[in-house]
């Protein structure tokens, strides 16, 4: 089946600390990949994705590499701010007919000044 | 405009009641999704309707009726729910198809079901 795991939360960092965010997958066929942000109260917002293996996906200081031969999608940022606490999910597409968004269980970041 | 509109924002509603969330967006997306999710958890997909056909039902109790009038509106249609339907629900779009994959997320309709 289609699966994604995430490293296990929360994690706590102190502003301008880098960040890795560990995400691998489960999937038949090639899927894209993405990483979401959901601040309190409110929808996710797409951070980055990438379609290919080898793809680098960035924004907003945020990066992911789509690695086939390790089926992993890591999120990395070089220096964290306040404002980047939020939870992150890990998620994969397929299409099986139609379209279906797979997450991650989701990590909760905090950043403390 | 990456926009997913959903209304109302808050919904409080008895066991008895019959309510409707709605989505709208306007990039010409043909596949839209509704997905539910609990506290400190991930969405779950609920329904998927691609070229206003629903294509994915999972498992969903009949107590949810989604409806999708035209490639810009989304409905979902609630009916005697219980409280542990309360959760946040999500809609979002998306192409159909792998040239855009991604997927648009509307602001949520946070639901309390007393």
């Known amino acids: 089946g289609n699966s994604v795991t995430q490293m296990e939360g929360p994690v706590t960092l102190s502003e301008e600390a880098f960040l890795t965010i560990n995400c691998t997958y489960t999937?038949?066929?090639?899927?894209?990949l993405f990483w979401y942000v959901q601040y309190p109260g409110e929808g996710l917002q797409l951070l980055l994705k990438a379609t290919k293996a080898d793809d680098k996906g960035s924004n907003k200081g945020f990066e992911a590499t789509y690695r086939k031969e390790t089926t992993s999608f890591h999120l990395e940022k070089g220096s964290v701010q306040v404002s980047d606490s939020a939870v992150y999910f890990c998620?994969?597409?397929?299409?099986?007919?139609?379209?279906?968004?797979?997450f991650g269980q989701g990590t909760r970041l905090t950043i403390n000044p | 405009d990456t926009e997913v509109t959903q209304t109302p924002k808050h919904l409080v509603m008895g066991m008895t009641n019959k309510k409707s969330l709605k989505c709208e967006q306007h990039m010409g997306h043909r596949a839209m999704y509704w997905y539910k999710q609990k506290a400190k958890k991930p969405p779950e997909l609920m329904f998927v309707?691609?070229?206003?056909?629903?294509?994915i039902n999972e498992s969903v109790p009949s107590r949810f009726s989604p409806e999708c009038p035209n490639s810009s509106l989304l409905n979902l249609h609630l009916h005697a729910l219980q409280p542990e339907d309360s959760a946040l629900y999500l809609c979002?779009?998306?192409?159909?198809?792998?040239?855009?994959?991604?997927?648009?997320f509307g602001q949520g309709t946070r639901l309390t079901v007393v």
């Open positions: 979002a779009s998306s192409q159909v198809g792998t040239f855009s994959p991604e997927a648009f």
């Open positions: 999937a038949t066929g090639y899927p894209s």
């Open positions: 998620a994969l597409r397929v299409i099986q007919g139609a379209q279906k968004l797979v």
């Open positions: 309707y691609s070229y206003e056909k629903l294509s």
